[in-house]
């Protein structure tokens, strides 16, 4: 965005104050409405995604996802517009991690932990109230924005909560020099990766697919607890969010074991809601060399 136009988004931002969430779900409604049938947005994409992760489902079938995931799409977009001007206390309400003490034994016992989060229902709650059910730094790892304003706007946003944003180009230094305490890092680890030399490959619903290494390769490396967190939507505008071991012992892994093992977790989940994921994004588009 440029500046004017974040000017115009914190004032309509601001409106979204006055917005009961009844009236939010409809503009919803209408907006997933709009994006499927009149914009047609990503809407090959989509359909693309979902043949290949269903092959065993009917057209019908297939098209009721679809329609489930545009409307899951339009409730993140316009929940996280009006997250920005909702107490933090509100947020807590909507957002309730179940078991914490999964992570907090962890981090009471004095080692930090990596939580490997995904696109699944909505993320940007989950991300900015970890901090509140954790007690200690929690890192979220971000790609820089090139306008640097929107940059600092969308932080200050997601770290209302407490979570500490860091420029992925910065993590390793920044995981360096706080190895004297306990801290949480939050790696959203369910997307293709920009390197086909640094990806890892794996089998995600029975396709050779490329991955981020992130998580694998530092939990490797400081030997840090690696964790999923699943987000369930209990209705619409309410969630809760479980934690799920990945790997206690992240030295004895092999290369590419905790990037497998997550992405089974993943792949679970989402085959048991699959209207809850992000299928707007090209998640086959890298193949591998021979």
């Known amino acids: 965005m440029s500046a004017i136009q974040l000017f115009v988004f914190n004032i309509v931002a601001g409106l979204f104050r006055f917005v009961p969430y ?8 209408i907006l997933a409405f709009v994006l499927r049938n ?7 994409v989509i359909l693309n995604n979902l043949t290949k992760a269903f092959p065993e489902k009917s057209t019908a079938e297939i098209n009721s996802i679809v329609g489930e995931t545009y409307r ?29 003490e999964t992570v907090t034994d ?17 993320w940007e709650y989950a991300g900015t109230m970890l901090p509140t059910a954790l007690h200690v730094p929690v890192f979220g790892a971000y790609k820089p924005l090139t306008n640097k304003p929107t940059e600092a706007f969308l932080n200050q946003k997601r770290g209302r909560g407490g979570m500490i944003p860091i420029p992925m180009e910065s993590m390793m ?7 004297s305490r306990p ?24 396709r050779d697919t490329a991955c981020l290494p992130g998580a694998d390769i530092i939990s490797r ?18 969630y809760e969010v479980t934690f799920i071991p ?25 085959r048991e809601n699959p209207g809850n994921w992000l299928w707007s994004h090209k998640r086959w588009k890298m193949q591998r060399l021979v």
């Open 22 to 29: 009844p009236l939010l779900y409809v503009f919803s409604d």
């Open 38 to 44: 009149v914009a047609g947005y990503r809407k090959q």
């Open 72 to 100: 899951n799409l339009t409730d993140i977009i316009l929940e996280t517009v009006k997250s920005f001007t909702t107490p933090v206390s509100g947020l807590q309400r909507r957002c309730v991690f179940r078991n914490p």
């Open 106 to 122: 962890v981090l009471n016992g004095g080692k930090s932990v990596l939580l490997a989060g995904s696109h699944t229902c909505n």
């Open 173 to 179: 230094a920044e995981l360096r020099r706080s190895q």
């Open 183 to 206: 801290t949480a890092t939050i790696l959203i680890s369910d997307q293709s990766p920009s390197s086909r030399k640094r990806a890892q490959w794996i089998s995600f619903f029975g």
């Open 221 to 238: 490396m400081f030997d840090y607890p690696v964790f999923s967190y699943r987000i369930t939507r209990v209705r619409r505008g309410y």
């Open 246 to 270: 990945v790997c206690m012992n992240p030295s004895e892994a092999g290369e590419g074991a905790i990037t497998r093992r997550y992405h089974e977790l993943l792949e679970q989940e989402i």
